[in-house]
């Protein structure tokens, strides 16, 4: 099976600016979930989608959405770019609950100027 | 709320040596998991290695085993016979059973692997 694929690698915003970041699962996976990672801050949860609905939601502003499709794949939108979201966003993908394993996507690195 | 903390920044070991990484976590759950996660240079978030809660026994994934006191709410992985490869940063993270999948990580470690 082809693993969590994430598009774009790179990108580079200007404040102010909107971004959408994209993941798709591994086949037959119905939930994704999205973490942001930066130095100052770590690893941190951002939400979860299962089955098209957002089932967990991480302490991060209104700026930051989310939405996941039929195919499950999923979109992370985060608009107003402010200079602090520059970080790495992964996603995650599992079967189901956590009864089972998450497998990572590579990261999107997202740089804001 | 969950919090993971790992104290050690970093740890250096020497080739084909063992090397133990520590892990605090707290919970009020009782119902919840255990992980280490690998990131080496590339940032792929790779598994290393589980433990459920429930279970007493301490799990083990070929040269990493992992040391789990409930109690203490301590949870150590032990990396034997490391090799090059092993060099990475490792996160501990929590998930409790009843959030879905959501995780929460430590602050990582980095290994250095001295040939």
Request: with cysteine.
């Amino acid at each position: 099976k082809a693993g969590v694929t994430q598009t774009p690698r790179y990108l580079i915003k200007t404040r102010g600016q909107q971004v959408t970041l994209s993941c798709s699962p591994i086949s037959g996976h119905r939930s994704v979930s999205w973490y942001q990672q930066t130095p100052g801050q770590g690893l941190q949860f951002l939400f979860e989608y299962f089955s098209e609905t957002q089932r967990n939601k991480g302490n991060f502003p209104g700026r930051f959405s989310g939405r996941q499709f039929s195919n499950s794949r999923s979109e992370m939108n985060v608009s107003t770019l402010e200079l602090g979201d520059s970080a790495l966003y992964l996603c995650a993908s599992s079967p189901g609950t956590a009864d089972y394993e998450q497998y990572f996507g590579p990261g999107t690195r997202l740089t804001v100027t | 709320a969950q919090t993971v903390t790992q104290s050690q920044p970093e740890m250096s070991v020497q080739e084909a040596e063992t090397v133990t990484l520590s892990c605090t976590y707290d919970t009020s759950e009782s119902d919840y998991y255990l992980f280490w996660y690998k990131q080496p240079p590339s940032r792929q978030m790779i598994l290393v290695i589980r433990q459920e809660a429930y279970k007493q026994q301490n799990a083990t994934e070929n040269r990493f085993s992992v040391n789990f006191q409930k109690a203490a709410k301590s949870f150590s992985l032990k990396i034997s016979d490391s090799q090059l490869g092993d060099a990475a940063m490792y996160f501990c993270a929590c998930g409790i059973k009843a959030a879905g999948n959501k995780l929460t990580f430590g602050g990582g470690t980095r290994v250095l692997v001295k040939p």
